[in-house]
């Protein structure tokens, strides 16, 4: 684990022991979780589409160099993600779409640090992520993935779980995205 305040971010990532240099950029990562949820792909073709991350060489191992991808798009280099993390409570269903929410995003972005994500040049995925994490609870992005991790088994009062129940429907995805730690698992070998 690297302190983001002070040690610098990397820009490759390990395979087989050898360092391969990757694209680093938030907006690359995005649409890495894009691609990472069309339907269109097959397993095989996600895995293989991946590569294209690798800037100069892409390593020999594919397995391996798509596990490393998804370890560096989790950002495990500067956090350990709790259990839940990108999960709704209830279930394995991811809480945030970088596609559905990027409107939420980039307002968030303006509205809490005044960056324009849209004329950004460059932030490092790992950059962006520990800002967005940082984003405070009032904004809208943060209340739609709160609303989406609400249990209604939980709530009692039947006036309430009708409330929470027409707002989760709003703020729902029209299909599941996927998760960094779901796409890992799906291609583990």
């Known amino acids: 684990m690297i302190n983001i305040l002070f040690e610098e971010l990397p820009?490759?990532?390990e395979v087989s022991g050898q360092s391969y240099e990757i694209a680093t950029?938030?907006?690359d990562w995005i649409a890495f979780f894009d691609?990472?949820?069309d339907e269109s792909?097959?397993?095989k073709q996600k895995m293989l589409t991946a590569l294209q991350w690798f800037t100069d060489e892409i390593p020999d191992n594919i397995s391996d160099a798509f596990n490393a991808l998804t370890e560096f798009a989790s950002c495990a280099g500067i956090k350990k993600a709790p259990e839940n993390q990108g999960k709704s409570t209830n279930s394995e269903t991811p809480v945030l779409s970088w596609l559905y929410d990027?409107?939420?995003v980039l307002g968030a972005f303006r509205q809490v640090y005044g960056i324009d994500l849209i004329r950004t040049e460059?932030?490092?995925?790992?950059e962006f992520s520990a800002l967005f994490e940082a984003l405070p609870e009032d904004?809208?992005?943060k209340k739609r993935i709160a609303y989406r991790q609400v249990k209604?088994?939980?709530i009692k009062d039947k006036s309430e779980r009708k409330r929470i129940l027409k707002i989760k429907r709003l703020v729902a995805f029209p299909h599941k995205p996927v998760s960094a730690e779901k796409a890992g698992e799906i291609f583990s070998f």
């Open 41 to 43: 792909f097959d397993k």
């Open 102 to 104: 990027s409107a939420y």
């Open 35 to 37: 691609m990472m949820s």
């Open 152 to 154: 209604i088994s939980d």
């Open 139 to 141: 904004t809208p992005i």
């Open 11 to 13: 820009d490759t990532v």
């Open 122 to 126: 460059y932030m490092h995925w790992w």
């Open 25 to 27: 950029d938030f907006r």
